[in-house]
């Protein structure tokens, strides 16, 4: 219920039960955009912290751009900038 799904979005560690394979809605390797990576390359469940471990790397380019003087924009979602957030304030 919802207070399940509170939990994990408020937990760093805890992961979502994995998306279904036949499931074409939620399983993100029913998506045709992910086409070019192999299906190892597409979690079915992600932790904040799984996020921010993929998230920290891009931050590496971010950094860099801000500090040569550019404008960056970063579009993204809820988790993306939770995990670019702690990155940023180093929590």
């Not at 992961?15 to 394979?21: F, G, V």
């Not at 939620?26 to 070019?36: C, H, T, V």
Request: glycine share 4%; hydrophobic share 35%; net charge positive.
């Amino acid at each position: 219920g919802k207070d399940v799904v509170q939990a994990w979005r408020r937990s760093l560690k805890a992961r979502p039960p994995p998306a279904e394979k036949h499931d074409n809605i939620n399983n993100p390797g029913n998506d045709r955009k992910y086409n070019d990576l192999l299906p190892e390359q597409i979690p079915q469940s992600e932790s904040l912290e799984d996020c921010l471990m993929r998230t920290e790397p891009l931050w590496q380019f971010i950094k860099r751009d801000l500090m040569k003087g550019e404008n960056v924009m970063v579009v993204a979602h809820a988790n993306s900038l939770r995990g670019l957030a702690k990155i940023i304030d180093n929590i």
